[in-house]
């Protein structure tokens, strides 16, 4: 099986794709949120970076290495991993078939774990100076089952205990000799040489490196290549077999070593001076010689014969030398000055080998053909381009062996794809994993398969699902195993595992048994969970699904300890275990509101009062709104109960608010909570409309009751006896509402010593009983007193010389045939005050609060009234009822004036009041 070494670093190191060395401080960004702890890092890559010397680079890794959530070994891997990639699948081809082999600067093993994976027969050592990465790669070794000796030392000092089979130089020694200068490639062998000290630490293998050992290096993603510098300076020092392998920036030299070792320091003085003497002339026929040079595979004595020959063939000749050197930056730029049609083809092939291949494309599109290396160039013109689907075409066209380039495409192919899948386009994910499949059903990788299952799956495609997955299980995915039990369930994802029968998941238990064998596939988990809970095999269920909440990431966590919260029922686990098991689901998948409510009662029954409070915590944050009506009774008295009265009448208030048409029971329950809390506003609230639901409701005597002992607690309160007095009139009963107005006349007058009020309250009297000789004391008494304060004050005396029936008609307006709506108040007020109203000239509708019980028909009538209205007053007593509120925004919508008559001294004297101070508004709508 292909070792998957994407999976893999995924998997062990969180590595997902590259990142390129300049978008590291944004990549940094994502990791550590804060300027101040990112600061110290960025000051070591950057010393690592310019400053050459072994500190640079270990302050840098050190970092990396830090303890803490912001741990960076993800970041540095994700730096080198194309190359990771490309060691990963050339190295192990070209190791001994035995023996010993040693990684150099292994940091925390990626790369010789991944090598050891593939190569397990060999005897595998990592040579590394940081102790704290050698700690972390020990502990990925003992997790992966592999034995690794590590050796924490630096590549310059190291003292082995005997030679090696093999040594791995891979993007390990132009570390420490990094500059902000560094061209991308060398011209100069020496210039190279000294760059990164290579003569003097190449010495090294001569201890390190076991006569007839293989050395392989890698110079890796930093500036400053030379391969064919690096190839001479091996052949010099004795090595043989040197072979290169791979082209363009991912090249890896390889070679094996001699019985001796020459002087590396001399050779590297030798070709210092070489690069330094003068050449000599070349001969008159330079072209022919450069021709014969190349015949020859002498490319440097070609470009040496070229020196000042200037012409089409002369840079023709030249760009074949530099190709061959594998220096493609000047073979294109020779190449560029040359017209012929071989020159083109060549001039194609250097723009690709630089990854400018978009550039080529017109050319290599007419002349590609059938010939294989064209269509390959083609191919990979195309995937430089972006455009991974011609690529892809093109590579179908080849067939054979699989091209280098195909895994690159692939792989860019599929993160497209997966930034589509995250997207949610599920269908153009499935049309592009067809057209891949159309192609070649070799083109499906395993990441492809992936992609195609879940769409396929998110379309309910089960048979392509089915298909994919197939592939995917015969290739040892989990994903496999998992896809093929959700397409013959025919479910898309966790949140479906709740409702299949028994039946069914027994019919691909195999399948589960499987995935959670290789690995701890939530779903797999959680499935097989499921499954042990409807065979009745509690424990084995309990077992799967804490595995499967552990594994598992977002929803399916929920899930898991939902159902895991069932089986704990099963077992008789106690109540704390059950309710946190349901506590950690809602966190993760909210419960409704009715399921929160119920445990939160099961708590409390328990004595489980904190887990109580989280639930009812739960219940407010998902919203009381949702809760079913039906339930509101029993979370206030749960509430009352953990946390008090208040608290619950306060719940309880909010609920009634968004409750149309709430009935007197649900009323009264508010009222009796809010009785310890009688002053508050929100409670004078709920005693007037628990009053007047019991009216609407024909319970008149049962908001008498209510009024009643009201006043008896609370016998000064003025709004109180007003409520009291205009109950006694609403049931006729004028007697006792004389009585109580009396009270409230004097408890306006001796205990608010409010005069203005108090000659309101006479008027409502004498409008009860104008003959009542005690009224005439009480008038007396107010016209003393006004008398008094206006020779105190030195103003008009407004009672001087008032009568009885002056007190009724003082302030009333006169009208001219206005109409006005009236809305609240009840029949005995409406029918006395009605006739005084129509005889000041105005005409009237009034709908009280006893005749308004069918709420939508009246607010149709008065609706179709609104129309012709030249004003709208509401009695306060009726604010808040159903009517009220959509009465005064429609008549506000429409332009009618409305007028809300005040709290203090209603029943006639109120009514009176408010038409006083309203008229003008009614009197200049009539008029406009």
Same mark, same amino acid.
């Given at each position: ?10 998997? *062990? ?9 300049g978008?590291?401080?944004?990549e ?17 890559w ?6 050459p ?27 080198h991993?194309?190359? /990771?990639?490309?060691y990963?699948?050339?190295v ?8 010993r ?40 070794g ?7 000796r590590w050796?924490?030392?630096?590549w ?20 420490g000799?990094?500059?902000?200068d ?22 090294r293998?001569?201890r390190?490196l ?6 392989l ?5 930093f500036?400053?290549?030379?391969p ?12 043989e077999?040197?072979e ?5 920036d ?16 001399? /050779?590297?003085a030798?070709?210092?001076a070489?690069a ?13 010689q ?24 002369a ?12 220096r ?9 000055? =040359? ?10 092939? =250097? ?8 550039e ?31 690529a ?17 495409v692939?792989?860019?192919?599929s ?25 070649s ?6 990441e492809?398969?992936?992609?195609g299952?879940h ?6 495609l ?17 994903s ?13 994802d ?11 998941l027994?019919?691909?238990?195999p399948y ?6 290789r ?7 959680? =499935? ?10 509690y ?22 300890? *939902?159902l895991l ?13 059950v ?7 809602h ?15 099961r708590?409390?029954?328990?004595g ?8 009812l915590?739960?219940?407010?944050e ?5 809760l079913?009506r ?6 206030? *008295? ?5 946390e ?5 009448f ?16 649900? /009323?009264?329950?508010a009222?009796?909570?809010?009785r310890?809390?009688a002053?508050?506003?929100?409670a004078e609230?709920a ?6 639901a ?10 008498l009751a ?8 609370r016998p ?14 609403r ?9 109580v ?20 309250v006479?008027r ?11 009224l ?10 006004s008398?008094k ?14 009568t ?12 001219s ?7 609240g ?7 006395r005050?009605?006739?005084? /109203? ?13 005749s308004?019980? =069918? ?5 149709r009538?008065i ?6 209205a ?11 009822h ?15 004036p ?7 001294a ?23």
């Open positions: 099986m292909d070792f998957d070494l994407k999976r893999f670093l995924r998997e *062990r190191y969180q590595v997902s794709g590259l990142v390129a060395p978008r590291f401080e944004s940094l960004a994502k990791r550590i949120g804060t300027p101040k702890k990112r600061k110290p890092v960025l000051a070591a950057q010393a690592y970076l310019g400053e010397g072994r500190e640079a680079v270990r302050r840098f890794y050190e970092r990396t290495l830090e303890p803490g959530p912001h741990r960076l070994e993800a970041l540095v891997y994700a730096l991993y194309p190359f /990771l990639q490309f990963a699948r050339v192990p081809g070209l190791l001994p078939a035995s023996g082999v040693l990684e150099v600067g292994a940091y925390t093993g990626a790369l010789v774990h991944a090598l050891a994976l593939q190569r397990p027969e060999l005897e595998w050592h990592a040579l590394e100076p940081l102790p704290a990465a050698v700690r972390r790669g020990e502990q990925v003992r997790e992966l089952g592999l034995e690794v050796h924490a030392d630096w310059e000092t190291f003292e082995p205990d005997a030679p090696y089979d093999a040594v791995l130089l891979l993007s390990v020694l132009p570390e000799h990094l500059r902000t560094l061209p991308p490639e060398f011209e100069d062998d020496a210039a190279f040489y000294r760059s990164f000290e290579l003569c003097e630490r190449l010495e293998l001569g390190v076991a006569p007839g050992g293989r050395v290096y890698g110079h890796g993603p500036l400053g290549k030379h064919a510098a690096f190839e001479r300076l091996l052949e010099a020092m004795g090595f077999e040197v290169r392998h791979g082209s363009g991912y090249v890896l030299i390889g070679a094996r070593r001699g019985p001796t070792l020459r002087d590396a320091r001399s /050779l590297g030798r070709a210092a070489v330094d003497a003068p050449t000599e002339e070349p001969p008159a026929d330079r072209a022919e450069a021709r014969a040079a190349l015949a020859a595979g002498d490319a440097r004595a070609a470009l040496a014969g070229l020196e000042g020959v200037e012409g089409d063939e840079a023709e000749l030249r760009g074949r030398a530099w190709a061959a050197l594998g493609w930056r000047e073979a294109e730029a020779a190449l560029a000055q =040359a017209a012929g049609e071989e020159a083109r083809d060549l001039r194609a092939r =250097a723009l690709v080998e630089l990854g400018r291949g978009a080529a494309l017109e050319w290599l599109e007419r002349r590609a053909g059938r010939d294989p290396e064209r269509l390959r160039l083609l191919a990979r013109a195309y995937a430089q381009a972006g455009r991974e689907a011609d892809l075409r093109v590579y179908a066209r080849l067939g054979g062996e699989r091209p280098p380039g195909l895994e690159a692939l792989e860019r192919f993160e497209k794809l997966f930034r589509e899948l995250r997207a949610g386009r599920l269908a153009e994910v499935s049309r592009r994993v067809e057209f891949a499949e159309d192609l059903p070799d083109f499906l990788t395993r492809l398969l992936y992609l299952l769409a396929a799956l998110g379309q309910r089960w048979a392509r699902a089915e298909r994919y997955a197939r592939r995917l299980y015969d290739l040892g995915e989990v496999g195993a998992v896809g093929l039990a959700l397409a013959h369930l025919r479910i898309r966790v949140d479906e595992v709740e409702s299949i029968e028994r039946a069914d027994e019919a691909v238990e589960l048994t499987d995935a959670v064998a690995s701890e596939e939530p779903l797999a988990l959680l =499935a097989l969970g499921r499954l042990r809970y409807e065979q009745g095999r424990e084995e269920a309990r077992r799967l699904l804490e595995q499967a909440a552990r594994a598992a990431r977002g929803a399916p966590v929920g899930a898991a300890y *939902r919260a069932e089986v704990l029922e099963r077992l008789e686990a106690p109540l704390p275990q309710l946190g098991a349901h506590k950690r689901a966190a993760f998948h909210p419960y409704p509101p009715g399921r929160l409510l119920e445990l939160a009662e708590a409390a029954a328990a489980e009062e904190v887990l109580a409070r989280e639930f915590g739960a219940l407010r998902t919203g009381l709104a949702e079913p039906a339930r509101t009774g029993d979370l206030v *008295r749960l509430i009352e109960a953990l008090g009265a208040w608290e619950a306060r719940v309880l208030w909010d609920a009634l608010a968004r409750t149309p048409g709430a009935g007197p029971e649900a /009323l009264e329950q009222y009796r909570l809010s310890p809390f002053a508050e506003e929100e609230r005693l007037a409309a628990y009053v007047g019991l009216n609407q409701h024909g319970r008149a005597q049962e908001a209510v009024l009643e002992a009201e006043v008896e607690r000064h309160v003025l709004g109180l006896l007003f409520d009291l007095a205009e109950q006694y009139e049931l006729a009963r004028f007697t006792e509402a004389q009585v107005w009396k009270r409230a006349l004097e408890a306006a007058y001796y205990q608010e010593k409010d005069l203005e009020l108090a000659r309101e006479l409502n009297l004498l409008f009860l009983n104008p003959h009542d000789p005690e005439e004391l009480y008038l007396g008494e107010l016209k003393a007193t008398a304060l206006a020779e105190l004050e030195g103003t008009p005396d407004a009672l001087a010389g008032q009885p029936k002056g007190v009724m008609t003082a302030d009333l307006p006169r009208f045939g206005e109409y006005l709506i009236v809305l108040g009840h029949t005995q007020l409406r029918s005050l009605k006739p005084r /109203l129509e005889e000041l000239g105005l005409k009237v509708d009034w709908f009280d609060s006893d308004t019980t =069918a709420a939508r028909e009246s607010l009538r609706q179709s009234r609104l129309g012709r030249h004003g709208v007053m509401i009695v306060s007593s009726y604010v808040g159903d009517l009220s509120e959509p009465v005064r925004a429609e008549a506000l919508a429409r332009g009618v409305v007028y809300i008559t005040p709290g203090r209603r029943g006639v004297t109120g009514l009176v009041r408010a038409l006083a101070e309203f008229a003008p508004e009614i009197i200049k709508k009539a008029i406009g």
